[in-house]
């Protein structure tokens, strides 16, 4: 139950706002969205989004410090910067976590319609700062192999393994956090059709 979660509700808001069964079932929707955001566990996974952001920037930080210690003189340089952007990426994906789930509580309460739109803003900027933390670190890393000879050449292969199974690990969280996307995603829409069913009756 982590900040992935908060998709799907992201998901499930936008489906109200694409189902075109008239005001009616709009409204119907409306109300079995706003009854599951104000679910207990709907609750718990943003504040667990929440925790999963702060303890990740840490992680990220710890990793990138642990491998500037391990390479020589005249790589160091580029790790710190590296560690810098790790960091301030770290921090700016907290804060952006804290600010979406804020803002993503406040509209749901307010206006459904405008839900599906903030979390596609957040998403895209997520996914921007990720490609540009990504693209600072890969030109450091070859400024700092370029440079380095001898010894400083097995330092950067040591570095690069420990950038690979940091990227591996990001990859299998990722595809583990789709799936559990996925099947959050099945039991809110299984939620939302006993809800339906529910009004019907």
Do not use: C, F, H
Not at 141 to 162: H, I, P
């Amino acid at each position: 139950m982590k900040p992935k979660q908060l998709l799907v509700i992201g998901l499930l808001v936008g489906y109200v706002l694409g189902a075109r069964a008239g005001r009616e079932r709009y409204e119907q929707l409306a109300r079995g969205a706003r009854r599951l955001w104000e679910n207990p566990r709907v609750t718990r996974v943003r504040e667990e989004a929440i925790v999963y952001a702060r303890e990740q920037g840490p992680v990220l930080l710890s990793k990138a410090e642990s491998a500037a210690k391990a390479t020589p003189a005249l790589i160091a340089d580029a790790a710190g910067k590296t560690a810098g952007i790790a960091k301030d990426a770290a921090g700016k994906t907290a804060d952006l976590a804290r600010d979406a789930a804020g803002k993503t509580a406040g509209i749901a309460r307010d206006a459904a319609e405008k839900t599906a739109g903030i979390a596609k803003d957040a998403a895209g900027k997520t996914a921007e700062l990720a490609k540009d933390a990504a693209g600072r670190t890969t030109g450091l890393a070859r400024g700092a192999v370029e440079k380095t000879t001898g010894l400083a050449k097995d330092a950067v292969e040591k570095t690069t393994g420990a950038a690979r199974d940091i990227a591996d690990r990001t990859v299998s969280s990722a595809t583990d956090a789709a799936g559990r996307v996925a099947e959050t995603r099945d039991r809110a829409l299984a939620e939302l059709g006993n809800i339906d069913e529910d009004d019907t009756v």
